[in-house]
């Protein structure tokens, strides 16, 4: 079961000194699995309140394409996002469900002119070993996003004392197979299996978590282009572009220094002109830089941990962190808030993105749009 | 023949203008090379004065050994070394041809060790194409410092005229040859080959020079280790271990974001701990950040580019580039000085390394390091 995070906007704990013990600061392998897998950080608190003075309109639309593993959590308690949409801000709020929808409108269209035009239909490959039930309902989740857009899904489910081997021999089999343009190993993987061999027998041109190192080296290089880009931090650039921010000649600050979400996001960033500073466990001074920042990118799955004080005036704020904390009036006994106290932020930034219903939503929609990109280049497709 | 750049430090001009035209800012594909190819970038002013009123003690010892490419120029005019080395400081100077001198007398004696007890000597191949003087040059200094640590080099001389498949199907000998353990390809190629098809041939497990997006990639990614790291950058974090610099929790600054130098700076230093910003030529306010750093790297191929003005109290300095400035005195009629203006930095750092006489000896160190690190490799040598 889950274990929940207790913290909250209104402690008068030093949030800096939060980002120092290192074995506690990291965003785990995918901030999805942290919501169930994320152990007591902090001593109980109480709950983050949100006001509910003044309503933000994109909180009107009650949430309806619930697919996302993000959006999960969420969509069984669809209270929390009117509360988080409904807080009393100044800042623009940057609403990543509707834009996610958007998209993946836009890949509906896509799809269905390539199928009948060339007859191809994108195909995602997932594998998934053992039984964990979070990652099951991930899995679902992604085969639901792939149908709601024309994607073909295929799913491989091991059993948990599977051998290294014959998860490599799916991969293969999916490597080779035309109708496959992307896989998937749904992480975390059973203890005996290492990680690193599995993700790097996927071929780069069907990776599409964008997590080879070849993908990675590609993006931290001028002149050289990933095949494919991390889809949440591809989310929060895509944000960044939907809602025109000025990213070149900004500073930025990305918190966090993680393969998937904050190294990735620092490179993204950088290749548009950005002044890129990454923020992290080591780092003594985290609020003073990030204050300088006009972009700010939290990634450090740390709830509330960048408050009002750590943001400049008008700098655009894009959460990343999706935390649970206590909340005794939820049915599931908690609430969900990001790495950035949005209570005090949205009324010091000029835009930011709510939790849920910010970064979350973009996440599943990059994965389907690199299906796409995928499908297309394999055949060539414009 | 030779472009000499004209600046000095006491030109009044903005020198955070100058990082503002993106086609003049940029380190060539080597620093090496920055030397004989770099056009004309600014209206002449008059040569750096360095003051010679102070003798540094590392400057007593006139240069003896002197093979690496970054060598070659102030071999030829050594007065060059005495003079970087003499002005009127505060800073510790960090003596890189010392370093170097030491790490190559270390290579010495593993690769002696080496083939007394398993009877492997390393092998280094070079692929020049063309006649360029220059490449020719550094070429055979190479060549000289292999030989100078008992390395065996392996060079083959294309025509200019060459294809690309030539070229191809030498790297692809020297992939399969198992007494090769490192290949180089000499840069610049002639434009009608296609640097990038060339240099991803080279296989990753002898790609000494780093350059492969994988290693890359593996130097971006927590976790994960890269096969080799670029010889300049790499040369400038070893100057900071063996001068004793902490990089934890520092704040660093990297000016510049090539790929070889740059970029991959900018990952070993957050690799090792310290916050990173890399400052650019979009970045709006360069001397304003770089001003926060206790540990600046510059790389940008900009005489004396960073002023005094632009240094923190205390802070190191590391000065990658090499850029040749008009001298009357000269029989050449240039001398060599950094990105950094040396006169007024050694008066506001801790600690500085001069040029030439820095970072130039210890890439060539490097490149025989990461030559040895591979042949260690491959035989599962200790």
Redesign the interface.
């Known amino acids: 079961m889950a274990s929940v995070m207790f913290t909250d906007c209104s402690s008068s704990t030093a949030a800096a000194a939060l980002l120092l013990p290192s074995s506690r600061y990291r965003v785990r392998h995918s901030v999805l699995h942290s919501l169930w897998s994320m152990p007591l950080q902090f001593a109980p608190v109480k709950p983050i309140l949100l006001r509910t003075t003044a309503t933000i309109s994109h909180a009107s639309a009650s949430p309806s394409i619930v697919t996302a593993d993000l959006e999960r959590a969420f969509s069984t308690n669809t209270s929390l996002y009117s509360t988080a949409m409904a807080a009393e801000t100044s800042a623009k709020i940057i609403d990543g469900k509707s834009i996610a929808k958007q998209i993946r409108d836009e890949i509906t269209v896509e799809i269905s002119r390539m199928k009948d035009t060339v007859g191809v239909v994108p195909g995602l490959a997932v594998i998934l070993v053992g039984d964990r039930k979070d990652s099951a309902t991930y899995v679902r989740n992604k085969k639901k996003a792939c149908e709601s857009v024309g994607i073909n899904s295929y799913e491989v489910h091991l059993p948990e004392d599977s051998t290294e081997q014959e998860v490599l021999t799916h991969i293969s089999g999916f490597n080779d197979d035309p109708s496959v343009h992307g896989i998937l190993v749904q992480l975390p993987l059973p203890s005996h299996m290492n990680e690193?061999n599995i993700l790097n027998s996927v071929c780069i041109e069907k990776d599409v978590d964008g997590f080879?190192?070849?993908?990675?080296?590609?993006?931290?290089?001028?002149?050289?282009e990933p095949l494919f880009v991390s889809c949440t931090p591809k989310g929060c650039i895509e944000l960044l572009h939907r809602y025109g921010v000025d990213i070149?000649?900004r500073?930025a600050v990305v918190i966090g220094?993680?393969?998937i979400v904050g190294?990735p996001a620092a490179?993204l960033l950088?290749r548009e002109?950005?002044?890129?500073?990454?923020?992290?466990s080591?780092?003594?001074n985290p609020e003073e830089?990030t204050r300088q920042a006009d972009i700010i990118i939290a990634a450090v799955g740390q709830a509330n941990m960048v408050r009002g004080s750590w943001i400049k005036p008008g700098a655009v704020v894009i959460d990343v962190g999706i935390n649970p904390v206590e909340d005794a009036k939820s049915a599931k006994g908690y609430c969900l808030v990001g790495d950035v106290c949005y209570e005090e932020a949205c009324k010091i930034a000029s835009a930011i993105t709510p939790v849920p219903g910010g970064v979350g939503p973009m996440t599943i929609a990059m994965l389907l749009s690199n299906t796409l990109t995928s499908a297309k280049r394999m055949h060539n497709y414009k």
């Open positions: 690193q080879h190192p070849l993908n990675i080296g590609r993006l931290a290089m001028r002149g050289r070149k000649g500073r220094r993680s393969n190294t490179l950088q002109d950005a002044t890129v500073s990454v923020v992290h080591r780092t003594t830089i």
